[in-house]
C-alpha cells in the first residue's frame, strides 16, 4: 500500500543533522462532535508527562457537531506556552479544511494526513505522512457506531511513533482521561493509538526534523483549565451564593464549580452549605448575587460579554447601594453575539464604567490558572470589604483551555468579610449611619438583615441617599455621597494586588498588559532581544483601578506599548482616563482583535514597525 | 419599647411591641392613594401577628408602589431595587438568609409590564414572599401612562387609546403554578387583613393583587380600576377570616357553611360561604371563575387559591438549617486536605 512519499525538495533532510527538540507546536484539524478532544488531551498530556512544557489551545466552533475544529498544541523547552503562529506539525483530519491547512505551512513541516485526501500533491516543501484511517480503525474497533469515536486515536500512535513520545505515557493519559469507571473505553482507544503506533513504525521513514526528549520542567506541575481554577478559588474562598446563565465561554466555570461543592461542601447530614440557581436570565443571576451580597453571602455570578451588557444596570445598584458580590467575566469575542468561541480581551472599558452615570468598578486580571485560584479567593475578600462588585476579568483562552500550572496554594489569611456590625456592636454603638464614612477611608458600615436589634435595620435603595440611607435629592448630599463613593475607590487603589515588574537595564521603552496577554509579550520580549537587540522592560497589570507602581513605570521609559486584545486599545484607553497628558504622550498601542490567543511574533513584528527598525 | 417593668398604658401585642414599632417614614404618595391604605394593612397585621420586625425583609422594585416599604415596618431592613426586578433581588437575599420573612411590593407596571419575566419565574420557584401587587392600572411616578393592566380602551389626558386587553396577575399566576393566590381591594379593610395574615402564614408565595386606586390618574369614570368602579363591581368570593396559631379558638361552626384552611404555621384561615360554593383549593375552578367575572365585568376577591403542600424554592435546595450568609469559616472553606486531593487529581 502506501510507501513514504518524501518531497523531492525536501528543506531538512535525515532528521540526525537538525533535529529541533521539545520546540514545535502540533496542530490538530478536526471536525467537531468527532471525539477529537480525547486524543488531543491524551497527547498534550503524554508530552507533559515527559517533563515537556506544554500548552494547548481549542479552536472550535460555536456548534455542536460538524464543523471544522483545531487544537493546537506547543510543546516549548524554554517554557513559552503562548500561542504559536507557525504550525510545525500538522494532523489533517478534516478533509473541508485539509487543502487550506496544508497551504498554510511554512515550508520543512509535518503532515500527517488521512490517505484519501491525497495531500502531498498539493506542496513538495513538506513532509507527508498518509494514513489510511478507516482501514487500520476496523480490526481495532469491530463496534461500527464507535468507530468514528476510536479513530481519532490513531493519530496519537502514529504522532507519538514519529515524534519519540512513550508509549506507555500515553497509556497513562488516556487512563487518567477516562477514569476507573470506563476501563472498557480506555482499553478500546488504547487499542487504536497502538495500531497507529504500529503502522506508524513499520511504514514510515522519519524524514521530518520534530521530536521529543525527556525533560524534568513538570514535575509536580498540574494542567487545569481557568474556568475550574477560578470555581476552585470560589469554593475555598467560601462562596454561598451561586447565580448564573449558561453562555460561552463561563458556563464551564459554574458547572465545574458546581461539580466541585457537591463534593466538598456538605455538611454530615448531607445539607449543603451553599446555593446553586441557575437563573432565567442575567438580569435575574446578578440581581439574585446582589440580593444574596446584601444580606450577607458570598455571592457571585459567571459570565460574558453579552451578560455583563444585560447587568449593566443592577451593577448601577450594586456599585450605588454599596453590596458586595463577586462578578467573572470570561471575555469573549464581541460586539454583540460576535464570536462566541474565540478570544479576546473586549469587555475592559465597559466593564470598568458599567452601568450609567459615574460609576467605576475594580478588576483583576489573572493570567494564569493560579492567579485564577488566588484572585478568585481575593475578591471575594475584597467585595465584602469594599461593599462593592468585583469583577475578576479572564478570557477564554485561559478559561477553556488547559495550562500547566503550580498546585494551587492553600489560602493563609482568614476569611474577610468587611465591616459588618452585630447586635452587640450596635448596642454599644447606640445606632449606625450606613453610608456614614466613620473610619476615613469611604466604607461604611452596614448591617444584615435579621440582626436582632431595633437599631439594626436601614433602607437600601438606588435612587439618592444620605449618610442614614434616607431618600434625599439634595445636591449637598448627592455630592457629598458621590465624593466619598471617588474616596472609596482611591482606597480600593492602595488594596488591589500589585504589578508585576521586569525592568530591563537601560531599557527605552516598556511594555504595559494584563491577563493572558503575558505569554505572547515575556516571548517578544525575547524575541526582541535576542533577534533585533531591542531590550524592553514589561509591567503586568494585576488589577483596575491602577496604581502608582504603574504611573512610575511610565516615567521611567521613553515610549511605552500597551498590549491590548481588542480593536480600540481599551487598556490604554482607560489609562488615558487617569494619566496625565505628559505621560500619554508616551503611549503606543499595540492591538491584535482577530480571535484567537495573542502570539508573540504579532507583537514582535508590530514593535519593531514602530521603533522603525 | 420595653415594657417588662410598669405597667404600660399602651398597647402592645404578644411580644410587648406598640403598632408604632411597625410604623415606618411618613409617606410621599398622594392623599387618597389606595398604597397608603395597604401599608397601613401591612402594619396592623404584622403588628396583631406579632411578627419581629428584625425577622423581615422588605423588597420593592420602581414606581409608586415601590417607595411604600419606607413607610412601614420601619425597624425591618428594605431593598428598594431596580424596575421590575424585585423578585432577583428577594430570590438572592432568602438563599442567603433563609430565616427572614420576606415581603415584596410591587406594582402593575413593575410586575405585568417590565417584570412580567421574573414575576413568573418567581412563581415557579415558589419562594417563601408575600408578594403583594398594588394594581392601579396605570404608571403613576412618570405621570399616567398605560401599564399591562390599564383597561382596553382607556384613554390618557393626550386624547391615547389604550388598544390592548390587560393582564389578569392572578390567572397568570394560577397558571404558572403559584400557591397562593388572592385578589382583593385596598379600600376592603377586613378582607385584605385576612389575606395578608394568611400570606404571613403560608410557607410559599403568595401573589396578592390588590386593586388601590391612583387618585391622580386613574379614578376618572370608565377605570375598572377607581374607587367607586370598585364600590360598584367588587365580587367576594367568600368571608375571610384569619385564625392565628396562638389564638385558640374551638367554635362549633355549622357544616358546609365554613371551610378551615389550615397553614403551614398551625394558623387557620377561614372561609365563610357567601352566595356562591367555591373552592379555593381547586386550581380550575378559580381560572373559570376569574374568566366568569371578567365576562360580567365584576372584580373578584377573596382568596382564588391555596395549596399548602408544595415545597418552596428553598426546600428543594437541600441547603443547611442555618442561613448560608452567617455560616462560619469552618463551615464554607474546605481544609486542605481536600485542596491537596483535587490537586493530585489534576497532575
Known amino acids: 500500500m502506501s510507501t513514504l512519499e518524501v518531497s523531492p525538495a525536501e528543506p531538512s533532510s535525515g532528521q540526525s543533522d537538525h533535529s529541533v527538540i521539545n520546540d514545535f507546536s502540533i496542530q490538530v484539524a478536526t471536525v467537531n462532535g468527532s471525539g477529537s478532544q480525547t486524543a488531543n488531551t491524551v497527547l498534550m498530556r503524554a508530552i507533559f508527562q515527559m517533563g515537556i512544557p506544554v500548552s494547548g489551545k481549542n479552536m472550535f466552533p460555536s456548534n455542536i457537531a460538524g464543523l471544522p475544529t483545531w487544537f493546537t498544541i506547543r510543546a516549548s523547552k524554554h517554557g513559552y506556552i503562548g500561542r504559536r503562529k507557525e504550525i510545525d506539525f500538522l494532523v489533517a483530519m478534516n478533509p473541508e479544511t485539509a487543502r487550506e491547512d496544508v497551504m498554510k505551512l511554512d515550508s520543512g513541516a509535518a503532515v500527517v494526513y488521512d490517505e484519501p485526501l491525497k495531500l502531498d500533491a498539493l506542496r513538495s516543501d513538506l513532509h507527508f505522512y498518509p494514513v489510511p484511517f478507516d482501514k487500520l480503525v476496523g480490526p481495532v474497533c469491530p463496534e461500527a457506531k464507535l468507530r468514528k469515536l476510536v479513530r481519532n486515536m490513531i493519530y496519537d500512535g502514529v504522532v507519538a511513533q514519529l515524534l519519540d513520545i512513550d508509549m506507555q505515557e500515553v497509556r497513562k493519559a488516556l487512563v487518567k482521561q477516562f477514569g476507573k469507571k470506563k476501563a472498557k473505553a480506555a482499553e478500546l482507544n488504547w487499542g487504536a493509538a497502538q495500531a497507529g503506533f504500529e503502522y506508524s513504525a513499520k511504514t514510515f521513514t522519519k524524514t521530518d526534523p520534530f521530536r521529543v526528549e525527556r525533560m524534568n520542567a513538570t514535575a509536580g506541575k498540574i494542567i487545569i483549565d481557568g474556568n475550574a481554577a477560578c470555581a476552585l478559588g470560589a469554593m475555598f474562598a467560601g462562596v454561598t451564593v451561586v447565580t448564573w446563565y449558561p453562555i460561552t465561554p463561563s458556563s464551564s466555570l459554574v458547572e465545574q464549580l458546581i461539580g466541585y461543592l457537591r463534593r466538598f461542601r456538605h455538611d454530615a447530614d448531607g445539607k449543603a452549605t451553599y446555593a446553586v440557581v441557575q437563573a432565567e436570565d442575567e438580569l435575574a443571576s446578578i440581581g439574585m448575587a446582589i440580593g444574596a451580597g446584601w444580606a450577607g453571602a458570598r455571592s457571585m455570578t459567571a459570565t460574558a460579554g453579552p451578560g455583563i451588557s444585560l447587568m449593566s444596570e443592577f451593577i448601577g445598584l450594586g456599585y450605588y447601594a454599596e453590596t458586595p458580590v463577586v462578578v467573572f467575566d470570561v471575555e469573549r469575542v464581541g460586539p454583540s453575539t460576535g464570536l462566541p468561541t474565540r478570544t479576546q480581551q473586549g469587555d475592559l472599558l465597559s466593564v470598568a464604567l458599567l452601568s450609567h452615570g459615574d460609576t467605576k468598578h475594580p478588576m483583576f486580571f489573572p493570567k494564569s490558572p493560579e492567579e485564577c485560584f488566588s484572585m478568585a479567593i481575593e475578591a471575594f475578600d475584597f467585595a465584602e470589604q469594599f461593599q462593592t462588585p468585583v469583577f475578576v476579568m479572564t478570557d477564554l483562552d485561559l478559561g477553556m483551555n488547559n495550562w500547566m500550572a503550580d498546585p494551587f496554594e492553600y489560602p493563609k489569611k482568614p476569611i474577610r468579610r468587611g465591616k459588618v456590625l452585630t447586635a452587640e456592636d450596635l448596642e454599644k454603638l447606640g445606632g449606625f449611619a450606613r453610608y456614614k464614612d466613620v473610619d476615613g477611608d469611604g466604607v461604611g458600615y452596614r448591617t444584615l438583615p435579621g440582626t436582632n436589634h431595633p437599631a439594626a435595620s436601614y433602607f437600601t435603595r438606588g435612587s439618592g441617599h444620605n449618610e442614614k440611607a434616607q431618600y434625599t435629592e439634595r445636591e449637598d448630599d448627592y455630592i457629598h455621597n458621590m465624593d466619598r463613593l471617588a474616596h472609596k475607590f482611591e482606597t480600593m487603589r492602595r488594596h488591589v494586588p500589585a504589578p508585576e515588574i521586569h525592568d530591563a537595564p537601560g531599557a527605552k521603552i516598556g511594555f504595559i498588559a494584563c491577563g493572558t496577554s503575558d505569554y505572547a509579550v515575556r516571548e517578544s520580549c525575547d524575541q526582541l532581544r535576542n533577534e533585533y537587540d531591542i531590550t524592553a522592560s514589561y509591567l503586568r497589570l494585576k488589577a483596575y483601578p491602577f496604581t502608582g507602581e504603574m504611573t512610575d513605570f511610565i516615567r521611567r521609559h521613553d515610549r511605552v506599548y500597551v498590549v491590548d486584545q481588542n480593536r480600540d486599545g481599551q487598556l490604554l484607553g482607560l489609562m488615558r482616563l487617569e494619566l496625565d497628558a505628559g505621560l500619554i504622550a508616551k503611549l503606543r498601542s499595540v492591538r491584535y482583535y482577530g480571535g484567537l490567543p495573542l502570539d508573540a511574533r504579532t507583537i514582535t513584528d508590530e514593535i519593531v514597525r514602530q521603533e522603525g527598525k | ?347
Open chain 2, 1 to 347: 419599647m420595653s415594657t417588662s417593668t410598669t405597667p404600660s398604658p399602651k398597647k402592645v401585642n404578644r411580644l410587648g411591641l406598640e403598632v408604632l414599632n411597625y410604623k415606618g417614614s411618613k409617606t410621599t404618595l398622594c392623599a387618597g392613594c389606595g398604597h397608603n391604605a395597604i401599608s397601613e394593612r401591612i402594619v396592623e397585621c404584622f403588628y396583631e401577628l406579632g411578627v419581629e420586625p428584625y425577622k423581615v425583609a422588605k423588597f420593592s422594585g420602581i414606581g409608586c408602589s415601590s417607595k411604600s416599604p419606607a413607610y412601614f415596618l420601619g425597624m425591618s431592613h428594605g431593598f428598594n431595587g431596580v424596575h421590575g426586578r424585585m423578585p432577583a433581588i428577594a430570590t438572592g437575599a432568602m438563599l442567603a438568609k433563609r430565616d427572614l420573612l420576606g415581603l415584596g411590593v410591587t406594582g402593575d407596571g413593575d410586575t405585568a409590564s417590565i417584570g412580567i419575566g421574573q414575576f413568573m419565574h418567581l412563581v415557579r420557584r415558589n419562594l417563601p414572599l408575600i408578594y403583594v401587587i398594588e394594581n392601579n392600572g396605570v404608571y403613576g411616578l412618570t405621570k399616567g401612562q398605560f401599564s399591562a393592566t390599564a383597561d382596553i380602551g382607556s384613554k390618557l389626558k393626550t386624547g391615547t387609546l389604550n388598544d390592548l386587553p390587560p393582564f389578569d396577575c392572578c390567572a397568570l399566576a394560577l397558571k404558572w403554578g403559584a400557591t397562593f393566590v388572592a385578589r382583593s381591594f385596598s379600600g376592603d379593610k377586613k378582607q385584605l387583613q385576612a389575606i395578608l395574615k394568611a400570606a404571613i402564614a403560608h410557607k410559599g408565595l403568595s401573589v396578592i393583587d390588590v386593586i388601590s386606586p391612583c387618585v391622580t390618574f386613574n379614578d376618572h369614570d370608565g377605570s375598572t380600576k377607581s374607587y367607586s368602579y370598585m364600590k360598584d363591581h367588587e365580587e367576594a368570593l367568600h368571608e375571610l377570616d384569619f385564625v392565628p396559631f396562638f389564638e385558640d379558638i374551638a367554635v362549633e361552626i355549622p357544616e358546609g357553611e365554613v371551610m378551615d384552611v389550615p397553614m403551614h404555621d398551625g394558623s387557620r384561615l377561614r372561609i365563610r360561604k357567601l352566595e356562591r360554593d367555591y373552592n379555593p383549593t381547586n386550581k380550575l375552578s378559580a381560572l373559570a371563575a376569574l374568566e366568569e367575572a371578567e365576562a360580567k365585568g365584576e372584580v373578584l376577591t377573596g382568596v382564588l387559591y391555596v395549596n399548602t403542600g408544595k415545597p418552596t424554592f428553598l426546600e428543594t435546595l437541600n441547603m443547611t438549617e442555618e442561613p448560608l450568609a452567617t455560616l462560619p469559616e469552618s463551615r464554607v472553606r474546605p481544609p486542605q486536605a481536600v485542596l491537596d486531593e483535587v490537586m493530585e487529581e489534576l497532575r
